[in-house]
């Protein structure tokens, strides 16, 4: 017979024959003689009522955690819509953030899978599944939830569903932090990312942009602009960029606007009057534009000056080092 039964066959035995000997609570059990117990009843009964008044330590049994997170749920009823999905679908999600809180660990990739009806067409197929990713770890139930509705909005279904599953695709280690035991006004409401996030999935993740800084001193090339939800990898991840000892104007023009000049000196509503400089910038030789026999680079070899304008403000402006026109001046950017 299987350990778990018989444990069970036990324990209705003794709540059969306790009564019978006239014991209705635990003193009653404790004053019976416990040769006698040991013998009529296993020492399963002993022990537990030594726990009972801690005269033995209660042992607890650890659970064990899966090492993946993989679950099934059956839906009550036939699905027709995506977006309705979300109920059963919360359930299993529910079940994932306990499992990543167990592990002290997010995620950063959740799979929802479902399978059609018996009753389908077989151009339907089997079923279908969605991948959600979030730009950082997060095992936020709240917002792992408003993700999936996102993106179950813009699905559609090929044949009812009747069951879900759902997959714990990239788990990554979190970081814990002492929580307080009194509400902290700064942590509430949604962050910034996750608003973003959010977003993204509801427009695509091609129309929210952020912008990010590159290990790069040319001005065209200092920062380029890559898609909100879109982590990279911690192996391959980004160093990120130091911080020039040079000032750096807020608002860069996209192509430089060569200024006129007065007695070598630049002009732009008026005459300029140099800060700051030179701060010499020089590189990009390895960078090729264009495709071809044609592609030039992006080397550059300039000397930036913080010049001052009566009525245009503080600007960012250049001279061409080594260029045929020594006298050239461009106006690359505005300080604001």
Not at 10 to 30: E, I, M, N, W, Y
Not at 164 to 191: C, I, K, M, Y
Not at 224 to 253: C, D, F, G, H, Y
Request: proline share 6%.
């Amino acid at each position: 017979m299987d350990v778990g039964l018989q444990a069970k066959a036990h324990q209705s035995a003794r709540k059969v024959r306790l009564p019978r000997l006239g014991c209705r609570t635990l003193g009653d059990v404790r004053r019976l003689p416990r040769g006698g117990v040991s013998r009529r009843f296993d020492k399963l009964l002993l022990g537990a009522l030594d726990r009972a008044y801690g005269l033995q330590p209660e042992a607890h049994v650890w659970v064990d955690l899966p090492e993946t997170f993989d679950a099934r749920l059956e839906l009550m009823s036939r699905v027709e819509m995506a977006p309705a999905l979300l109920f059963g679908a919360r359930r299993l999600l529910l079940q994932m953030c306990g499992w990543l809180a167990a592990r002290h660990s997010g995620t950063t990739a959740f799979t929802l899978k479902w399978a059609h009806d018996v009753m389908r067409s077989k151009e339907a197929g089997q079923g279908g599944e969605i991948t959600i990713r979030t730009a950082e770890p997060s095992r936020n139930l709240e917002h792992l939830c408003r993700l999936l509705a996102e993106h179950l909005a813009k699905t559609e279904l090929k044949a009812p569903v009747g069951e879900l599953w759902l997959n714990a695709t990239e788990v990554v280690s979190l970081d814990e932090r002492s929580a307080s035991l009194l509400p902290d006004e700064a942590q509430q409401g949604e962050s910034l990312q996750l608003v973003l996030e959010r977003i993204a999935a509801r427009l695509g993740p091609d129309r929210v942009l952020r912008p990010v800084l590159t290990e790069d001193h040319r001005l065209e090339w200092m920062q380029m602009w890559q898609p909100v939800p879109m982590p990279l990898p911690r192996k391959s991840a980004r160093k990120a960029a130091e911080p020039l000892n040079m000032p750096q104007p807020t608002w860069v023009l996209p192509t430089p606007l060569k200024l006129a000049t007065r007695g070598h000196r630049p002009l732009y509503q008026g005459v300029l009057h140099l800060l700051t400089g030179p701060h010499r910038v020089e590189g990009g030789w390895w960078h090729r534009l264009g495709e071809g026999c044609d592609a030039t680079t992006g080397h550059v070899q300039r000397d930036y000056w913080v010049a001052l304008s009566e009525h245009a403000g503080v600007l960012w402006i250049y001279q061409e080092r080594l260029a045929s026109e020594e006298t050239a001046w461009y106006l690359h950017g505005v300080f604001a």
